[in-house]
C-alpha cells in the first residue's frame, strides 16, 4: 500500500452509493486517503436524496458528478470497494477488492435513504480505522 492510501468505490450509477461513500472517506480522512468513485453506467446526475441525507451530516456532495470507472482508476486503488455492480470491474493481482451489499437508493424516500448512508458511514469508518489506524 502507499504512503497515501487510494480507495476507489464503485457502484452501477456512481450516483447514490459510491458518491455517498466518497464523501465520508473524503470527510473523515481529512485528505489522508485519495478516494475516487466511478459506475460501471453512469448515471446522469447525483441522486437528491443521496445529496439530502449526505447534506444532514454536514457533507455536501452536490458537485459530484457520475462518472465512468476506467481499468487505470483499479489498477492504480489501493482499495476497490464495489456496491453492487457484479463482475464489471478488473481484476488486478495485489489489490484490496471488497462487495459491500447495500441497497440501491434509487427510487427511495429519505427515511428509505438514511439506514443505507448511516450503513455506508459504518463501513467507511471500519475501512478507514484499518487503513490509517492512528486517525
Known amino acids: 500500500m502507499t504512503a497515501k492510501p487510494t480507495v476507489l468505490f464503485v457502484c452501477i450509477h456512481n450516483a447514490g452509493r459510491s458518491q455517498m461513500a466518497a464523501g465520508y472517506m473524503s470527510a473523515l480522512s481529512n485528505g489522508a486517503v485519495e478516494v475516487r468513485s466511478g459506475g460501471s453506467e453512469p448515471g446522469n446526475e447525483i441522486n437528491p436524496m443521496a445529496i439530502a441525507v449526505m447534506a444532514e451530516e454536514g457533507i455536501d ?3 459530484g458528478v457520475p462518472r465512468l470507472m476506467t481499468t487505470e482508476q483499479v489498477r492504480d486503488s489501493d482499495v ?9 470491474c478488473p481484476i488486478f493481482p495485489g489489490k484490496r477488492y ?6 440501491d437508493p434509487k427510487g ?15 463501513r467507511v469508518q471500519a475501512l478507514l ?3 490509517l489506524p492512528t486517525v
Open 98 to 103: 471488497e462487495d459491500w451489499e447495500l441497497v
Open 80 to 88: 476497490v470497494i464495489t456496491m453492487g455492480c457484479g463482475d464489471v
Open 61 to 63: 456532495i452536490s458537485a
Open 108 to 122: 427511495k424516500s429519505l427515511e428509505e435513504v438514511r439506514p443505507i448512508r448511516d450503513d455506508i458511514k459504518a
Open 129 to 131: 480505522a484499518e487503513l
